[in-house]
């Protein structure tokens, strides 16, 4: 035997004949250790119990009350505890049987020819108490057998009823409840039985998330009290604020046809037969994710990356092609195997804002481009009419720019430098051209790196 670190593990079971659950058992590496463990009869949660292990070894836990099988219940115990499994056992390692996980994902261990330690041990079915299934509306009560004039008490949800057993015996109480899976335990004679409880929908219908600007055929099924699908039968649907008459198939199904969604819608669909009232939504969504506002640098390669989903929002768009529009010009970019787009921005874009467009089957999704500029220069600079000027002007993106001409305009001049190993490139403007300027005006100064251009400012004085 081996023991794996702190996790649930779980067996699943199923009745062979009626029984009550009594106890369960498992193995613990040591005392002390506080366990927890659930237990679930066809999918719902009946039972649970906590407690702390007496020693080291096999333990069988006694349960506080019963819980109620009937043949071919499918039941299951799931526990929370340092994992004890057998690898070579006299135990069968079946599939679908034995699990070990974090309680949402679960690992079969029969791939590794394990099965967990856990036992149920079962009683002699008293006789008492089922299970209840039923379809919404159907009013078949959940009862019990406890004898004439016996006093028994229902807890359904935290609220007790009190009832006491007919001339035949029979005690039962109203289940009014939803859709949904419920417990009811039954205490009689200071015995106490949990039975499960599930209460059927009668209208079958789904939330949806789809793409905008997407066609969708919502499909709606509905049944009677007696899980018979409704034919041929008038049923008002409410869409948004609107209410509209359809008719049910010879299958009990509606099918609403939406074209190019481009909101969220939501549906109530009232089953005439049962009286059940059920709201669904299909929500609206952009199938571009990933898309957002870029910045970058003049002359930098970078990428604009996102995924383009497909109508249904669950899978990406393979090997399609999306149009991708900068500011007055279309590009074609395709996704990959993944729906991923990784589209190259010209680098040659002009600093400054710019609009990025992308489009794919009627939607389109806006967001910006801010080229920033590579230069580095001081803003304004002051010179005597009598000196020379030696301007420093810097070019770096994500990165200095090494050994690239720079020009600078000023007054009908053209004077160019070249950037050194740190990226700074220096100007020399020779007396001769200052004096040729004019005390106490300003002056533009235009510095250039290819579509690059940053105006400056130049002061003169005496």
């Given amino acids: 035997m081996t023991v794996f670190d702190k996790a649930y593990y779980r067996n699943v079971y199923v009745a062979e004949k009626d029984g009550l659950i009594s106890a369960v058992g498992t193995f613990f590496n040591k005392s002390g250790l506080n366990y927890q463990f659930y237990i679930y009869v066809d999918g719902v949660n009946v039972y649970s119990q906590k407690g702390t292990s007496e020693f080291r070894g096999y333990s069988t836990i006694q349960l506080d009350k019963y819980v109620q099988l009937k043949k071919g219940d499918e039941f299951e115990v799931v526990f929370l505890n340092y994992v004890p499994f057998m690898s070579s056992s006299r135990l069968h390692d079946q599939a679908n049987v034995s699990f ?130 409704l034919k041929n039968t008038k049923v008002k649907v409410k869409i948004n604020t609107k ?32 009286g059940q009232v059920s709201k669904k939504t299909i929500t609206v969504m952009s199938r571009f994710v990933g898309t957002k506002n870029v910045k970058m640098y003049y002359l930098d390669a970078t990428r604009y990356t996102f995924i383009v989903m497909g109508n249904d929002l669950k899978t990406p768009l393979k090997n399609k092609y999306v149009s991708i529009k900068i500011d007055k010009k279309t590009y074609k970019a395709k996704t990959n195997a993944k729906g991923v787009v990784s589209f190259k921005i010209p680098k040659t874009l002009a600093p400054g804002n710019h609009k990025i467009t992308v489009k794919y089957g009627g939607e ?53 430098a070249k950037t050194n190993s740190k990226g700074v490139a220096k100007f020399t403007v020779k007396k001769s051209d200052i ?19 940053l105006k400056r400012t130049l002061k003169v004085k005496r």
Avoid: C
């Fill in 364 to 416: 389109e999704d806006a967001t910006k481009l801010a080229v920033k500029h590579v230069i580095k220069a001081k803003k304004t600079v002051t010179v005597k009419r009598s000196s020379k000027l030696v301007y420093k002007v810097t070019l770096k993106g994500k990165k200095v720019i090494k050994n690239k001409k720079v020009t600078l305009k000023l007054n009908g001049k053209k004077y160019t």
């Fill in 243 to 274: 209410t509209k008459t359809y008719k049910t198939d010879s299958k009990g199904y509606i099918t609403i046809p939406f074209k190019k969604l481009t909101s969220k819608k939501t549906i109530t669909i009232t089953n005439p037969k049962t």
């Fill in 100 to 229: 070990m996980g974090d309680g949402k994902e679960w690992m079969d261990l029969s791939e590794q020819s394990q099965v967990a330690i856990l036992k149920v041990y079962t009683v002699a079915d008293l006789g008492i108490t089922g299970n209840l299934v039923k379809y919404y509306g159907n009013k078949t009560p959940f009862t019990a057998n406890v004898g004439p004039g016996v006093k028994v008490t229902f807890e359904i949800g935290g609220v007790k009823y009190n009832r006491v057993g007919d001339e035949n015996g029979m005690a039962s109480v109203s289940i009014g409840m939803g859709p949904g899976n419920y417990k009811v335990t039954t205490t009689v004679n200071n015995t106490s039985i949990i039975s499960a409880v599930v209460v059927k929908t009668t209208i079958v219908a789904s939330n949806v998330k789809r793409a905008a600007f997407t066609n969708y055929n919502y499909k709606i099924r509905l049944f009677d009290v007696s899980g018979a699908a």
């Fill in 435 to 453: 004096k040729k300027l004019k005390a106490g005006k300003k002056y533009t100064m235009n510095v250039v790196y290819y579509k690059d251009t």
